[in-house]
């Protein structure tokens, strides 16, 4: 069957106007077939946020236990899995989170029913720091926890995959060395398939991989990319961006699970860099 209805595209205007909204139809078909598909995994939706996310502004926290209607929305939604890293992760002027900030997440983390995949930093990282923490989330919070990732798309500062894996094993074994039964998620790349085969050739012998992930943004930069809302909202809607991300899946997605990998693609939007105006910041 097929229903067809109008989506508005709310499109913001200068702040004070009133805001203008255009229309443009789209087709939506639903199969008959409920076995037209692969099976979900029970936690296949997650949600993936900056750690600096975890530091408090004026003394409040994002993740905060009394913010019930971030909670509901993480259930109602059914939201299973939350990561914390991203570009953050890696930067030099945002604060590692420390105990406390952890304490706050982890606790957000039960009451809203997701495991936590919890990354450490890589680029310029301290090993000492990444073990401590990682032996302090062990002890306290291994019930919320999924798996520890380290770094955040490191093809963008290795000009190789043999480069990037010998910083990132220092970081893994200092881990392990203090956390045995740790596991872990990588190599968090965008742009870079053979990158997360790479990783899996090399860490899944170990036992310790949790699962191999990638980014996918199937619109490139927001900011440099999308100058044109109009053309970007049409490609919103097109057939094609479906069929480039099962091209995507096939080509790291069903070579993994032909050799029992679990895989995530642990970023996932329209664009990067902020998101493209008047496209992808409207309904």
Same mark, same amino acid.
């Given at each position: ?9 709310? =499109?913001?205007? +200068? ?11 789209? %087709?939506?078909? =639903? ?9 979900? #995994?029970?936690?296949?939706? @997650?949600? &993936? ?7 408090? %502004? !004026? ?7 009394? !913010?019930? /209607? ?18 953050? =992760? ?9 105990? *406390?900030?952890? $304490? ?7 009451? /809203? @029913? ?17 073990? *401590? ?12 926890? $999924?798996?520890?990732?380290i770094g955040n798309e490191p093809s963008s500062y290795f000009k190789s995959f043999p480069a990037y894996l010998a910083q990132w094993k220092i970081r893994y074994t200092a881990i392990l060395g203090i956390v045995p039964n740790a596991m872990f998620d990588g190599p968090c790349v965008a742009g870079s398939d053979r990158y997360a085969l790479d ?6 012998? @170990? @036992? ?12 490139? &930069?927001? *900011?440099?990319?999308?100058? !044109?809302?109009? +053309? ?6 097109? $057939? ?9 899946? /096939? ?18 939007? #329209? ?5 493209? *105006? ?6």
């Open positions: 069957m097929k229903f067809i209805f109008a989506l508005a595209l709310l =499109v913001p205007c +200068a702040m004070g106007a009133q805001a203008q909204t255009e229309s443009q139809p789209v %087709t939506i078909t =639903v199969a008959a077939n409920a076995n037209a598909g692969a099976t979900l #995994s029970p936690d296949f939706l @997650g949600l &993936s946020y900056e750690s600096s996310e975890l530091l408090p %502004t !004026d003394g409040k926290y994002y993740f905060d236990t009394d !913010d019930r /209607a971030l909670i509901n929305t993480f259930r109602t939604l059914g939201i299973k899995n939350l990561r914390v890293g991203a570009n953050a =992760v890696d930067d030099p002027t945002v604060r590692v989170p420390g105990a *406390r900030e952890i $304490d706050v997440l982890f606790d957000f983390a039960r009451a /809203a @029913g997701v495991k936590v995949i919890y990354s450490f930093r890589l680029k310029n990282g301290d090993t000492v720091v990444a073990g *401590r923490l990682a032996n302090y989330i062990a002890a306290h919070d291994a019930d919320a926890l $999924d798996c520890f990732s990783f899996a050739r090399a860490l899944n012998p @170990g @036992g310790h991989l949790a699962m191999v992930s990638n980014h996918y943004y199937f619109l490139g &930069s927001g *900011r440099a990319g999308e100058k !044109d809302p109009a +053309a970007t909202r049409v490609r919103f809607l097109q $057939d094609s961006l479906h069929t480039e991300y099962e091209k995507d899946f /096939a080509d790291v997605g069903a070579v993994l699970a032909q050799q029992g990998i679990p895989y995530r693609i642990d970023e996932m939007n #329209s664009c990067y860099n902020g998101g493209a *105006r008047d496209a992808s910041d409207t309904y």
